[in-house]
């Protein structure tokens, strides 16, 4: 088994774990430890924080990536990159703390409020995403992972305990948030050591002028992705904090958790479907590439419709279980559009990296930076006349309106389309169990027996539709090989 496929794996498994440490997080410990004030105060210092991470960096993370094979030298110490990489980034940070520092009287209350703590988590952050980029240019991604990942979502946590049993203030809470960065960014520190990979002297003479002018190109394209990509997915939390107030953003992250549960397929068939479009796109492949949209398309739709009726038939009884229910409960509808907007994401599919393959690259760059501005003003209007609603509603006009443009892209350059006629089965069919499942509701004196059955009966009808109806190739395989395997055991 080749090192990537062995990385794969192993980073599936962590990235899993973690998924399932995060839930545990969100809806047992910070939902019971936390008032949602103090939940949307220290998720509103690492969402900024990492909000600023692509803004710091000026693109070094991914052309890191990019040229490092040009660089790979083990003797000669990759001729440094690491340090050149490290020499940048801190180079960026100390321009992010002149510009704040200057224009400190005209930056947003709450951030000059928490001015120390953003900017101890941001200096750690942009030193984790660079040293993960070193790593996984030498394709090492799982002890990464662990670090970056995991390790965040057991560290915080246990600051969260520890304050409830009153150890630490909320106050050392907040700053031993760094701590946890911290940890992570020495723990990735030492792998590197340990893998013989540490080398922080930059090799000026090996930067011949060609290849300068090559990196300050791509390094330019690379900054601005990262960027607008910031702006039109994770500004909402920062926005609403800094409109509203900390007790809204708690509200409001809540609700964020439900809608970043479709991130597990759509980033697990992205992870796949990727360097088989890179490949393809370079041999000249388009029947292939047009097979991957479509199939992606159809599959992610499915999975994400089914989700999306899932979520929304149970929310009111996962609400009722939670502790603060009744405050988080103000987010309800938050939940739905954010969740819309995962599913027209993952309708269409990899178009974005149909684009990203291609001699049109830059297209994905330049859009993606004009709709992160036009997210600015969206979330500007929304939060003003509609709350945390409003944030959730410029969230999924944003993403629509991104996917959209990339549709039409992708059609007029390319002449392919992702949806069929199987697409309007998926649709149809969602309606009519949507509909039935509002109509006729499973309710128990139990809440979570009723979630339960609930589940499991609208899953099954929605299953056996799709299954009968034949719209996805792909899951009525699926299907078929466990209605095989249940025959041979009857």
Partial sequence: MGIIRRQSIKNTIVSLVAALVGAINMLLIYEILLEPEQLGKFKYLTSTAFLLVPFVMLGISQTMLRFFPRFEDKEKKHHGILGFGIFYTLTGYILYLLVTLICFDFLPAKFQDNYMLISGILLFGVIMTLQGSYLASLKRIVIPSIFNNLWIKIGVPILVVLYHFDIISFHELEWNLITVYGVATIGLLLYIKFMGQLFLKPNLSFLTPELKSDIKAYALYSTLGPMGAVLMTQLDQFMVTEIMDYEDNGIYTMAVYFGSLFNIPLLSIFSIANPIISDSSDKGDTDNIRKIYSKSSINLLIIGLLGLILIWINIDDIFSLMSKGDVYAQGKYVVLFLSTA???????????????????????????????????????FFINTMGINGAAIATLSALTLFNL?????????????????????????????????????????NTILSIIVRTMVVGLIFGLLIFAFKVSEDINGLIQSIINKIRSWV
Wanted: glycine share 4%; proline share 1%.
């Fill in 405 to 445: 443009v990339k549709f039409l892209y992708v059609k007029k350059k390319f002449d392919m389309q992702p949806f069929t006629l199987n697409s309007v089965k998926a649709i149809l069919i969602f309606g009519v169990v949507f509909i039935a499942a509002m109509a006729f509701d499973i309710s128990f004196d």
């Fill in 342 to 380: 995962k599913v027209i994401d993952m309708a269409t599919s990899v178009n974005g990296a149909i684009i990203a393959h291609s001699k049109f690259f830059r297209f994905n760059l330049y859009a993606i930076l004009l709709l992160g501005v036009l997210n600015i003003f969206a979330n500007y």
